[in-house]
T-cell receptor
């Protein structure tokens, strides 16, 4: 079946602009995760959704970052007033449930964001 | 807080030789453990996972890993590498206590295969 898809695959933007990154999870997966992969920080967990709700937003790097999920499916990660340090690959993953750590997360190909 | 250490940033192995990638974790309870592989420009693909039971787990592409509680380790092995195994390998820990369910990843090991 179809895996996790993300769009766009690449995004180049100017400093100060807003960007929206989209994630389509595997059909039927109730849990959805966002990560950021950068050279300096490696893979960082950003936020997790169980259904449409995100119990803990403390992993978001700053208040310029927000995420939402609607209909228990598609999620959008929004970065406002982008900065050069936001340049990274943003990865989305989904899993059948959010049962603690005992669940396998399936990753999408990522969105490569470059802020000029 | 939990952490994952992959001591080797780069490893070079000849094609056909055996491979071992090291992973150590720090966590107060028995974690859930994962190895993922990432090829250039691609997302992460799960190689194998350990949740409980037999401490030697088999994965895809001929990989295996052994959980050693006494050493807080979960090393990845392959008896004979192929050129297509060249990639970035990530060890990750999932929490057993619920709550925020993101994985904690190591910094990764870049595997280079020599002909």
């Amino acid at each position: 079946g179809a895996g996790v898809s993300q769009s766009p695959s690449n995004k180049v933007t100017e400093k100060g602009k807003d960007v929206e990154l989209r994630c389509d999870p595997i059909s039927g997966h109730t849990a959805l995760y966002w990560y950021r992969q950068s050279l300096g920080q490696g893979l960082e967990f950003l936020i997790y959704f169980q259904g449409n709700s995100a119990p803990d937003k403390s992993g978001l790097p700053s208040d310029r970052f927000s995420a939402e999920r609607t209909g228990g499916s598609v999620s959008t990660l929004t970065i406002q007033r982008t900065q050069q340090e936001d340049s990274a690959v943003y990865l989305c993953a989904s899993s059948p449930s959010g049962a603690g750590g005992a669940t396998t997360q399936y990753f999408g190909p990522g969105t490569r964001l470059l802020v000029l | 807080a939990q952490s994952v250490t992959q001591p080797d940033i780069h490893i070079t192995v000849s094609e056909g030789a055996s491979l071992e990638l090291r992973c150590n974790y720090s966590y107060g309870a028995t974690p859930y453990l994962f190895w993922y592989v990432q090829s250039p420009g691609q997302g992460l693909q799960l190689l194998l996972k350990y949740f409980s039971g037999d401490t030697l787990v088999q994965g895809i592409k001929g990989f295996e890993a052994e959980f050693k509680r006494s050493q807080s380790s979960f090393n990845l092995r392959k008896p004979s590498v192929h050129w297509s195994d060249a990639a970035e390998y990530f060890c990750a820990v999932g929490l057993s206590g619920g709550g925020a369910d993101g994985l904690t990843f190591g910094k990764g090991t870049h595997l280079i295969i020599q002909p």
